[in-house]
């Protein structure tokens, strides 16, 4: 996750002469992240609807908020087509439409992927249920300092800001080979996340 903070902290730092609202956060790239791996892997994209299932044609991620009245999961439309600052802008007025309890029905009904992050309390991994009309839930844990390989190194390891994630899949739709691709895919992406400014 170390190249998704450099980033978050260049383009924040270019920002902030154009728009002072705008701070782009890990969890922005996670979002852009799971649109862009979903393109690749089209079939996590679906849902099991009783006789058949329904592959979606846009990405619309459900966005797991903590709320005073219990969890609610907005929905940023059509992730795929937007930029990073647009996904942050929508992802901080939802979260905050969430908290007041100001969500209308349309924006937390429909979407198509849900992604669940409890770093933000120290939750290092979890598993995340399924939302109805979805086929996969990505559970993600906090960024945090871990020794990791480095054959580049004197040492032979570095210390890297790693993140655990778990998808949760509906088998009758992603089945344990779609979902690693996929995951493979996401991971990539946060790996190399100037892909998801290009």
Same mark, same amino acid.
């Given at each position: &996750?170390?190249?998704?903070?450099?980033?978050?902290? !260049?383009?924040? +730092?270019?920002?902030? +002469?154009?728009?002072?609202?705008?701070?782009?956060? $890990?969890?922005?790239?996670?979002?852009? $992240?799971?649109?862009?791996?979903?393109? !690749?892997?089209? /079939?996590?994209?679906?849902?099991?609807?009783?006789?058949?299932?329904?592959?979606?044609?846009?990405? !619309?991620?459900?966005?797991?908020?903590?709320?005073? %009245?219990?969890?609610?999961?907005?929905?940023?439309?059509?992730?795929?087509?937007?930029?990073? &600052?647009?996904?942050?802008?929508?992802?901080?007025?939802?979260?905050?439409? $969430?908290?007041?309890?100001?969500?209308?029905?349309?924006? #937390?009904?429909?979407? %198509?992927?849900?992604v669940?992050?409890? +770093? &933000?309390?120290? @939750? !290092?991994?979890?598993?995340?249920i399924?939302?109805?009309?979805?086929?996969?839930?990505?559970?993600? +844990?906090?960024?945090?300092p =871990? *020794?990791?390989?480095?054959? /580049?190194?004197?040492?032979?390891?570095? @210390?890297?800001?790693? &993140?655990?994630?778990?998808? =949760?899949?509906?088998?009758?739709? *992603?089945? =344990? $080979?779609?979902?690693?691709?996929?995951?493979?895919?996401?991971?990539? #992406?946060?790996?190399?996340?100037?892909?998801? @400014?290009?």
């Open positions: &996750m170390d190249e998704v903070l450099k980033q978050c902290e !260049d383009l924040s +730092g270019k920002l902030e +002469g154009k728009d002072k609202s705008v701070k782009l956060k $890990a969890d922005d790239f996670i979002l852009k $992240a799971v649109a862009c791996a979903l393109a !690749d892997v089209p /079939e996590a994209n679906s849902a099991y609807l009783g006789e058949f299932i329904r592959q979606y044609n846009k990405v !619309d991620i459900s966005m797991a908020v903590v709320t005073p %009245t219990g969890l609610m999961a907005p929905i940023i439309k059509d992730v795929g087509s937007k930029g990073l &600052m647009v996904i942050s802008k929508e992802a901080t007025t939802l979260a905050k439409k $969430a908290r007041n309890g100001k969500l209308i029905l349309q924006e #937390y009904d429909g979407g %198509t992927f849900t669940s992050n409890l +770093g &933000m309390y120290g @939750i !290092d991994h979890f598993t995340a399924i939302n109805p009309r979805q086929s996969c839930n990505l559970a993600v +844990g906090r960024m945090q =871990s *020794v990791i390989p480095c054959l /580049e190194g004197e040492r032979g390891f570095k @210390i890297s800001n790693t &993140m655990k994630v778990t998808l =949760s899949s509906d088998h009758r739709v *992603v089945d =344990s $080979a779609i979902g690693a691709r996929w995951l493979a895919a996401f991971k990539g #992406y946060l790996e190399n996340p100037t892909t998801l @400014i290009l």
